[in-house]
C-alpha cells in the first residue's frame, strides 16, 4: 500500500525556514519521480511547487518560489524533502508530495506551513 507521510510545517514569521519531509513507503521509492504541491487557503487552486526525478538529478522550480526553494530526496531513506527560505506570507498553504504510479496520483494527508508578517 502506497503511503507517503508529510511533516516539518509550522508557524514561522516572514523570512523564516522550514525544511519539509515526506517518508514514502509501499513503493519502490528509488524507481518514482516526486512531486511537492501546495494549495493556499480561499479555495484557491493548488500549485505544483517542485518536481525531483527518481535519480534526483533533475529538479524543476516553480518560477513563483525560484531561489527560495529547493527540492531534493534521499532514496535510502525514501524521503523528499522541500527545503524553504525567505518565506513569505503567500507561501502559507497546505503542501502535499505526490507520486504518480501508472495513472493513479497518490498523495499525501498534507502538512501546514503558516507564514505571518
Known amino acids: 500500500q502506497v503511503q507517503l507521510v508529510e511533516s516539518g510545517g509550522g508557524s514561522v514569521q516572514a523570512g523564516g525556514s522550514l525544511r519539509l519531509s515526506c517518508v514514502a513507503s509501499g513503493f519502490s521509492f528509488k524507481d518514482f519521480d516526486m512531486t511537492w504541491s501546495r494549495q493556499a487557503p480561499g479555495g484557491k487552486e493548488r500549485e505544483l511547487v517542485g518536481y525531483v526525478s527518481k535519480s534526483g538529478v533533475s529538479t524543476i522550480i516553480a518560477d513563483s518560489v525560484k531561489g527560495r526553494f529547493t527540492i531534493s530526496r534521499d532514496n535510502a531513506k525514501n524521503t523528499v524533502y522541500l527545503q524553504m527560505h525567505s518565506l513569505k506570507p503567500e507561501d502559507t498553504a497546505l503542501y502535499s508530495c505526490?507520486?504518480?504510479?501508472?495513472?493513479?496520483?497518490?498523495w499525501g494527508q498534507g502538512t501546514q506551513v503558516t507564514v505571518s508578517s
Open positions: 505526490k507520486t504518480r504510479w501508472g495513472f493513479s496520483d497518490y
